[in-house]
């Protein structure tokens, strides 16, 4: 009984942690968006890295409550922190090149 309730407060700490979101750099229908969409998906994408980024900062409630409690939360946190921003990073670089592709 004490591994279970160890193992379920183990589990609820590293999903506690920030977990901003990765998204995928090819979507299914790039190819058959608009240039106005293409423009909205960019910005989505930009928005994705700057929310991420965000939560990197170390004053976010999450992060202290991993200093103070956690320690390799923390780490956890800032590896997703950095799959993100990579993801949308790639994501908005994808989306210019079927842009230019398609002389928008």
Do not use: W
Not at 19 to 28: C, K, L
Not at 94 to 103: D, Q, R
Request: glycine fraction near 4%; include cysteine; aromatic fraction near 8%.
């Amino acid at each position: 009984m004490k591994k279970a309730v160890f193992f379920l407060l183990l589990v609820s700490f590293i999903y506690s942690c920030a977990s901003p979101t990765v998204v995928n750099v090819i979507g299914p229908n790039d190819n058959k968006l608009s240039c106005n969409e293409l423009s909205k998906e960019i910005e989505k994408a930009n928005s994705y890295a700057l929310k991420a980024q965000e939560a990197k900062k170390m004053d976010k409630p999450h992060n202290i409550g991993a200093i103070l409690f956690f320690l390799p939360g923390m780490g956890y946190t800032m590896k997703n922190i950095e799959e993100a921003t990579l993801a949308a990073k790639e994501r908005a670089l994808h989306l210019n090149a079927i842009k230019e592709k398609k002389n928008c």
